[in-house]
């Protein structure tokens, strides 16, 4: 499988991690890893399986696919014999020593019997559901959370059946974590320690169970929970069914079709971020986003009364479109109501941040207002007035900045990607920059 994706180059990456779920186990001679493959791109899945119409022996590949790797020292002649096998496995897999889980077919057999271990969560259930819902759970209520996983699967367009069946693992899980953590909010970084166990044993319980969350350890039939399977629908089967395409399709021509949701792109920053000028050079770019939906954007500071409210007005006409709201959203409130044109217009939202290592108690450091600072002050009419103009322009930016006090960079990074999913970085100062002659002078 890893030999024929890199041959083809798919776009997907390999990650290797410690395994601290066998921490117990590890010893010098017998270590233990997870290896993820990370498929960037739906077009590798459709790729791929063409691959595995002309090659019986290939495993299938899923969404969130891991192997688990156990590297252990034996003696040379146990090598020796180890190396013969897998050679012989790899050129006839029918020819395996194991005639009960291997059959005729190789890796990649259809037939019901043919069980794989994966520990596996469906990438919706794991994501949007849980993850991006804990914010809501834990800082409003489970009657919200409920609210935001029905919205959120009325908008996949999810049976009734399958969201009642949801429904009751989701509202066990809420009653479990927050039980367990009580006030205090489980970080996004680590949910999935709390959130894997609880699903294995949710899946336990019933077959039906084990369908419903992607088998999260246990033994499941391979077929069913296939990324892309033959009838072309994803392994929720929530999606619509898909043309096959040519494999010499790429990411380009992927992204110059029509998208079926919006996208709105917002500012967690301070004046002076680059965030204006980055709509514009957005909006300059003859391609937009590489792709067929308008974009447009909306300055705050050429927009009188309430800004957010205009931009939910905007949504609701244009849902498809990509909004580029150049404002900076500092609060979570700003974030709440993102999050609700989110579900209501069907889109997806990707928050632009200045990258910065933060203080302890910031999630921007010092260097970086400094910067913000020196831009506004370079500023001459600004539609806001907040330029090199303006008498307190500095006490402006220093309010700005103490609306993040409170926390650091991790915690405003994880915070955001647990409620969007997605985060962007724009490049500020380098991270080895020499201080300069003037600050040590003043130093010394």
């Given at each position: 499988?890893?030999?024929?994706?890199?041959?083809?180059?798919?776009?997907?990456?390999?990650?290797?991690?410690?395994?601290?779920?066998?921490?117990?186990?590890?010893?010098?001679?017998?270590?233990?890893?997870?290896?993820?493959?990370?498929?960037?791109?739906?077009?590798?899945?459709?790729?791929?399986?063409?691959?595995?119409?002309?090659?019986?022996?290939?495993?299938?590949?899923?969404?969130?696919?891991?192997?688990?790797?156990?590297?252990?020292?034996?003696?040379?002649?146990?090598?020796?014999?180890?190396?013969?096998?897998?050679?012989?496995?790899?050129?006839?897999?029918?020819?395996?020593?194991?005639?009960?889980?291997?059959?005729?077919?190789?890796?990649?057999?259809?037939?019901?019997?043919?069980?794989?271990?994966?520990?596996?969560?469906?990438?919706?259930?794991?994501?949007?559901?849980?993850?991006?819902?804990?914010?809501?759970?834990?800082?409003?209520?489970?009657?919200?959370?409920?609210?935001?996983?029905?919205?959120?699967?009325?908008?996949?367009?999810?049976s009734a059946g399958k969201q009642r069946e949801l429904s009751k693992m989701l509202d066990e899980w809420a009653v479990y974590i927050r039980t367990k953590c009580g006030k205090k909010p489980l970080?996004?970084?680590?949910?999935?320690?709390?959130?894997?166990?609880?699903?294995?044993?949710?899946?336990?319980?019933?077959?039906?169970?084990?369908?419903?969350?992607?088998?999260?350890?246990?033994?499941?039939?391979?077929?069913?929970?296939?990324?892309?399977?033959?009838?072309?629908?994803?392994?929720?089967?929530?999606?619509?069914?898909?043309?096959?395409?040519?494999?010499?399709?790429?990411?380009?021509?992927?992204?110059?079709?029509?998208?079926?949701?919006?996208?709105?792109?917002?500012?967690?920053?301070?004046?002076?971020?680059?965030?204006?000028?980055?709509?514009?050079?957005?909006?300059?770019?003859?391609?937009?986003?590489?792709?067929?939906?308008?974009?447009?954007?909306?300055?705050?500071?050429?927009?009188?009364?309430?800004?957010?409210?205009?931009?939910?007005?905007?949504?609701?006409?244009?849902?498809?479109?990509?909004?580029?709201?150049?404002?900076?959203?500092?609060?979570?409130?700003?974030?709440?109501?993102?999050?609700?044109?989110?579900?209501?217009?069907?889109?997806?939202?990707?928050?632009?941040?200045?990258?910065?290592?933060?203080?302890?108690?910031?999630?921007?450091?010092?260097?970086?207002?400094?910067?913000?600072?020196?831009?506004?002050?370079?500023?001459?009419?600004?539609?806001?007035?907040?330029?090199?103009?303006?008498?307190?322009?500095?006490?402006?930016?220093?309010?700005?900045?103490?609306?993040?006090?409170?926390?650091?960079?991790?915690?405003?990074?994880?915070?955001?990607?647990?409620?969007?999913?997605?985060?962007?970085?724009?490049?500020?100062?380098?991270?080895?920059?020499?201080?300069?002659?003037?600050?040590?002078?003043?130093?010394?």
């Amino acid at each position: 499988m890893i030999r024929l994706m890199r041959q083809r180059r798919l776009p997907a990456a390999f990650k290797c991690y410690c395994n601290f779920h066998k921490l117990d186990s590890i010893t010098a001679n017998n270590l233990y890893f997870r290896m993820v493959i990370h498929v960037h791109s739906d077009s590798a899945f459709r790729r791929y399986q063409k691959e595995m119409r002309e090659n019986r022996g290939l495993w299938p590949l899923y969404r969130g696919f891991f192997l688990d790797i156990n590297m252990f020292k034996v003696s040379k002649e146990r090598a020796a014999e180890l190396v013969k096998d897998s050679y012989s496995l790899l050129a006839d897999p029918s020819a395996s020593s194991d005639k009960s889980t291997i059959c005729t077919d190789g890796l990649a057999d259809e037939d019901a019997n043919l069980m794989i271990k994966l520990k596996f969560l469906t990438y919706k259930l794991r994501t949007f559901l849980i993850r991006n819902g804990m914010s809501t759970l834990f800082k409003e209520s489970p009657g919200n959370y409920k609210s935001y996983y029905l919205r959120q699967m009325k908008i996949w367009g999810t049976s009734a059946g399958k969201q009642r069946e949801l429904s009751k693992m989701l509202d066990e899980w809420a009653v479990y974590i927050r039980t367990k953590c009580g006030k205090k909010p489980l970080s996004s970084s680590i949910y999935l320690s709390e959130a894997e166990p609880f699903l294995e044993r949710y899946a336990k319980r019933s077959r039906e169970n084990q369908v419903l969350v992607g088998s999260a350890g246990n033994l499941v039939m391979a077929e069913e929970f296939r990324a892309i399977v033959e009838g072309g629908m994803d392994e929720e089967g929530d999606l619509d069914r898909e043309e096959e395409l040519p494999s010499s399709y790429d990411a380009v021509a992927r992204d110059s079709v029509p998208k079926a949701e919006g996208l709105i792109v917002f500012f967690p920053g301070i004046p002076g971020c680059a965030k204006s000028a980055l709509c514009k050079e957005i909006l300059s770019n003859p391609g937009g986003l590489g792709d067929d939906r308008p974009v447009y954007s909306l300055m705050g500071d050429l927009i009188k009364g309430r800004y957010w409210q205009k931009i939910a007005d905007e949504r609701r006409k244009k849902p498809y479109a990509i909004t580029l709201a150049d404002k900076n959203a500092p609060n979570e409130e700003v974030w709440k109501q993102i999050e609700d044109m989110c579900l209501k217009t069907r889109a997806s939202a990707v928050p632009v941040v200045p990258d910065s290592e933060g203080t302890d108690s910031n999630p921007f450091s010092l260097d970086a207002l400094a910067v913000f600072i020196f831009r506004v002050i370079q500023r001459v009419n600004h539609p806001g007035s907040l330029d090199k103009s303006s008498p307190n322009a500095g006490y402006v930016l220093l309010m700005f900045y103490n609306l993040y006090e409170g926390k650091n960079r991790r915690e405003f990074e994880s915070e955001l990607l647990e409620r969007f999913g997605a985060l962007i970085k724009m490049p500020l100062l380098k991270s080895d920059r020499p201080e300069s002659g003037d600050m040590r002078t003043t130093l010394a």
